[in-house]
């Protein structure tokens, strides 16, 4: 008898208040929406993080998720992908499998496991770094 993969999710031990604590496992992305911000001189003061950069968008239909089922979108600001190779967009549905959350400080990580049934590899992690979040409920 053979086994599946096991999925976890890490959860930090004091997360920030717009994060999905309970879990957001079977819940699907249901679209993506990356956005460049125009430089704006007069915000800039040496430092980049000062000013948003960028902004990509997960619209998330997570009424068949086991556990947070309120989540609707979730904008990530000053965004870098950081598995190149891989990308949301142009993808119908993908299923939200688990996550992991690592505070650094000045940015966080977000890796999460996710199923595409209609892409292969059906199951890949996705892997983003971004400086700050809203998640609209």
């Not at 993969?5 to 957001?24: H, Q």
């Not at 704006?40 to 619209?59: A, C, Q, S």
């Not at 977000?110 to 998640?135: C, G, M, N, S, W």
Request: overall charge negative; aromatic content about 16%; proline content about 4%.
């Amino acid at each position: 008898m053979s086994k599946g993969k096991v999925y976890i999710s890490n959860y930090p031990d004091n997360p920030p208040e717009w994060y999905w604590i309970s879990g957001l496992h079977d819940a699907c992305i249901i679209g993506t929406e990356s956005f460049e911000f125009p430089f704006d001189y007069n915000k800039f003061v040496g430092e980049k993080n000062i000013y948003n950069r960028n902004l990509i968008t997960l619209r998330i239909n997570a009424k068949g998720a086991l556990y947070d089922n309120e989540v609707k979108e979730i904008r990530l600001f000053n965004y870098r992908i950081l598995t190149e190779d891989i990308s949301l967009e142009g993808r119908d549905k993908v299923w939200w499998l688990a996550d992991r959350l690592v505070d650094h400080g000045k940015y966080y990580t977000l890796e999460i496991d996710l199923q595409d049934f209609d892409a292969y590899p059906e199951e890949f992690t996705f892997k983003i770094k971004f400086e700050r979040a809203e998640v609209d409920r």
